[in-house]
C-alpha cells in the first residue's frame, strides 16, 4: 500500500505545532531522535522532517506528496503549489519597515533605497506592481539589524509581534501579506496518495473546527428556554434534557470560540445558570 509522504519543519517555528496537529488528527509517530524520515504508527503517512526552505523545492519535484509550510514560503518559492487548508497557527506578516527615525510617507520614499530581506521575490514583486525601483540585498536571518548597521535604507521580513522590529528601532510600513501555516499539496501528487491526503485532510478538518468551538451545557428554567435557544444555535439546534426539577431543563450546544465569551453574557442575563464549558477534540459535521 502507498504512503502520504509529508514534509513537516525540522526544527523551528512550525515544527512543534505541526505535529501536535498531526497527533491530534490520531496519528501515532515513530519518533526516533534526530530521524529525518518517521513512520505513523496507524495511518499510511511518512513524516520527511525538513528545513523549511527546502520544502517548496521538493514539493514541486513531487519528492514529498505534501507538506506544512508557511504560505509566506510558498509565495516566495512556491509557485504552482496549491494550499489545500489553513492551518490557523504561525500566524505572522511580511512587512517592510525602516528606521524610526526615516520619514517614511510612501513607497515611493523606496525609490532608489537598499532593501534588506530574506524574501526576495516576494519583495521585488510587491515594488514592481507599485513601480518602485529598490537594490535588495539578500541576507538569510537576522535581517532587521541591516539599517542599524548601514547595510541597507530598510528591511522586509516577517513580522508578528513587532517586538523585533520596536527592539532594533524600526517601524513598520508596509503590509506585504499575511500568512500562515497551511497544508500544500504536490503538483505531482498521485491519484492513489490523494485518495490519502483526502483522509487526512478530513481529520484536519475536524480538528480545526472542533479547536474554534466549545461545548456549553447549562441549566435553563423552562420560561425562559426559548429566548435562551435564540441566543444557541447549535449544530443543527440545541439539545434539550429535563432536570429532575419539572422547571427547568439542561440545554447543550456548540458556540463558536469567537463568540463566546458575548454569547455567555447574554445567557446569564438571559436567565441561564450553572453554565459549563467543555473544549471540543474533533467535529464532524
Ligand atoms: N515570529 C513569527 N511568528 C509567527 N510565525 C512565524 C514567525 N517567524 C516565522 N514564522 C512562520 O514560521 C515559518 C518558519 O519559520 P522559522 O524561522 O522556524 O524557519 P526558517 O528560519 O524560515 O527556516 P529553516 O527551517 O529553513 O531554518 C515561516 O516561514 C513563517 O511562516
Ligand atoms: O514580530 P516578532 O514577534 O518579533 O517576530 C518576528 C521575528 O521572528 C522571526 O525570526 P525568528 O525568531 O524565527 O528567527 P530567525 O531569523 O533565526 O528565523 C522573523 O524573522 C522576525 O525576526
Ligand atoms: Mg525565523
Request: a negative charge.
Amino acid at each position: 500500500m502507498k504512503k502520504l509522504k509529508i514534509a513537516v519543519q525540522k526544527s523551528g517555528r512550525l515544527h512543534d505545532e505541526s505535529l501536535a496537529l498531526l497527533k491530534d488528527c490520531g496519528i501515532s509517530i515513530d519518533n526516533g531522535r534526530d530521524q529525518l524520515k518517521a513512520q505513523a504508527k496507524n495511518f499510511s503517512l511518512e513524516i520527511y522532517y525538513l528545513r523549511n526552505g527546502d520544502i517548496p523545492q521538493y514539493l514541486k519535484d513531487g519528492v514529498v506528496d505534501c507538506a506544512i509550510i508557511g504560505e509566506n514560503l510558498l509565495f516566495e518559492k512556491g509557485e504552482n503549489i496549491a494550499v489545500v487548508e489553513k492551518l490557523g497557527f504561525s500566524k505572522c506578516r511580511v512587512s517592510l519597515a525602516v528606521s524610526k527615525i526615516f520619514e517614511y510617507d510612501s513607497i515611493k520614499d523606496l525609490n532608489g533605497k537598499r532593501i534588506a530581506t530574506s524574501y526576495p521575490v516576494t519583495t521585488q514583486k510587491y515594488l514592481d506592481e507599485r513601480g518602485i525601483s529598490a537594490d535588495l540585498h539578500i541576507i538569510n536571518g537576522s535581517v532587521e539589524i541591516a539599517p542599524n548597521i548601514g547595510l541597507a535604507d530598510a528591511i522586509c521580513d516577517i513580522v508578528s509581534s513587532g517586538s523585533t522590529l520596536f527592539k532594533n528601532n524600526l517601524k513598520e510600513v508596509e503590509v506585504m501579506m499575511q500568512s500562515e501555516a497551511v497544508l500544500a499539496v504536490s503538483p505531482r501528487i498521485s491519484e492513489e496518495t490523494a485518495t490519502i491526503l483526502n483522509k487526512l485532510q478530513f481529520r484536519i478538518q475536524s480538528v480545526l473546527k472542533g479547536r474554534a468551538s466549545r461545548y456549553v451545557l447549562l441549566n435553563a428554567p423552562n420560561n425562559k428556554l426559548d429566548e435562551i435557544i435564540s441566543i444557541l444555535p447549535g449544530m443543527k439546534s440545541p439539545t434539550i434534557l429535563p432536570l429532575a426539577d419539572d422547571n427547568w431543563s439542561s440545554v447543550h450546544s456548540v458556540v463558536n470560540q469567537d463568540e463566546f465569551w458575548e454569547v455567555i453574557d447574554q445567557l446569564k442575563n438571559a436567565g441561564a445558570e450553572g453554565i459549563l464549558v467543555c473544549p471540543i477534540e474533533k467535529m464532524v459535521l
